[in-house]
């Protein structure tokens, strides 16, 4: 019988990542945990899946034994794919994914692998969540952010999640008692102004790096956006049914077929 | 004075692709024509981004002259990002990607990238369209796809879109005379039942192919799969505010500030 919740733990920062160490740790105290991450960094992969070459998983050491891990040579998308198809033997009962170094708010939805895997969960009708803490850094502090991925974890293992929804949680970078709490919220309208930085070749060719500001549009104090600028985390549910409900009518009054 | 519409178009199965060479066929008879498309095929990038290695363009040589063409080394969606920040010298009015060997429908959207570039113009402002033609093949036959990508084509930019919508468009494989119209719809509730091909290296370690079987839970007479398998083209508008709205309120009853 089973007592204890599965729960496959990935992310897009790599297996090695410290992001995911505190993943791990949180969620071993919620239920029994099986990692399968990337074996390489794969940020602004997107929801990228690997249909054109071979996948290899290898079986991590993990000293106390007390959970499982594989690294896995695909994006997160694939790790969720292949855990749930080839390395578990049960289905999970919740999908994490992160923490992510760095925002997957409002726009960065759409780039983010770390969400990639927590959709690609939902798509296979898994509950899951996508962590991501704003601090870039390598060295990012993810202690505080500890007891509020345990309040949601515990809250999503026991409503559960409705089908076809998945959650994204921002977490800002604060010490432990400055963050106010949790809010949910919508994505707010943001996006990047790129700036491409244009430079040569020691051979004399132009080459580009991508850069850019973030830009947020939006001036509701639903969005995920202001709740993390006032000190909150936020809590997005985000669907995969792409569909613009909203736009079916106008678009019939097009003439498509004269 | 701009007397044609500047059009950008774009693909995720590279310059080469013979989809894309019938997309730039069509689009040459209604605006001016800048082909930005990525060096190598990228399919089943999702909305992949390249933040890490350097950009490369190279312009193309184009025989006529009537158009100009640039390759890239990223993803499609960095093929919109460096057009229309660093290669463009006006705002386009129409971005268009495709047409993709290979269906887009349903789910496919989420993995897609010639959808991805669409997206990513919608999410800078710019009106969008992904077109993709059910066969696989690379010898498929896009004529009979022309006068419906025009006809479509002509609607938006006679109508526009609205803000935070671009449209997926796919069309079946058919001959022209028995293709039924256009139809607008939503998008069906789909999936791929993953199946892991596991092989052996010459060293003797295992190895994974991804493959998988499509499979359509949605009985809607609504959706694209239905239209598609019934002989229609089917037009979905697509938004990038992913917020589930409808699960705002259920989430508001948990307790995640007890």
Chains 1, 2 share one sequence.
């Not at 594989?70 to 923490?99: H, M």
Request: glycine fraction near 8%.
């Amino acid at each position: 019988m089973k007592d204890k919740p599965l729960i496959l733990v990935t992310n897009d920062d790599g297996i090695t990542a410290p992001g995911i160490r505190t993943l791990i740790n949180v969620m071993k105290t919620l239920g029994d945990v099986v990692v399968v991450a990337p074996d390489s960094p794969q940020s602004g992969m997107g929801h990228a899946i690997t249909l054109d070459s071979t996948l290899h998983i290898e079986k991590i050491h993990v000293k106390n034994g007390d959970y499982h891990a594989y690294s896995c040579s695909g994006t997160p998308a694939d790790c969720v794919k292949i855990a749930v198809n080839e390395i578990l033997d049960r289905r999970p009962d919740l999908v994490v994914s992160g923490i992510n170094h760095g925002s997957n708010s409002s726009i960065n939805v759409i780039y983010s692998g770390t969400m990639s895997a927590a959709i690609e969960a939902g798509i296979e009708g898994i509950p899951a969540i996508g962590f991501s803490l704003l601090d870039y850094s390598w060295n990012a502090d993810f202690e505080p952010s500890k007891p509020f991925i345990k309040t949601i974890v515990k809250n999503v293992l026991k409503e559960g999640l409705t089908d076809g929804i998945v959650l994204n949680v921002n977490i800002p970078n604060l010490q432990q008692k400055k963050i106010k709490g949790i809010k949910v919220c919508r994505q707010a309208r943001a996006n990047w102004k790129e700036k491409f930085d244009k430079r040569k070749t020691p051979q004399g060719k132009d080459y580009y790096w991508l850069t850019g500001t973030f830009v947020n549009y939006d001036k509701g104090k639903d969005t995920d956006e202001w709740a993390l600028e006032k000190g909150y985390i936020s809590v997005v549910p985000v669907q995969f049914d792409l569909t613009a409900h909203h736009a079916l009518q106008q678009l019939n009054t097009w003439n498509l077929n004269e």
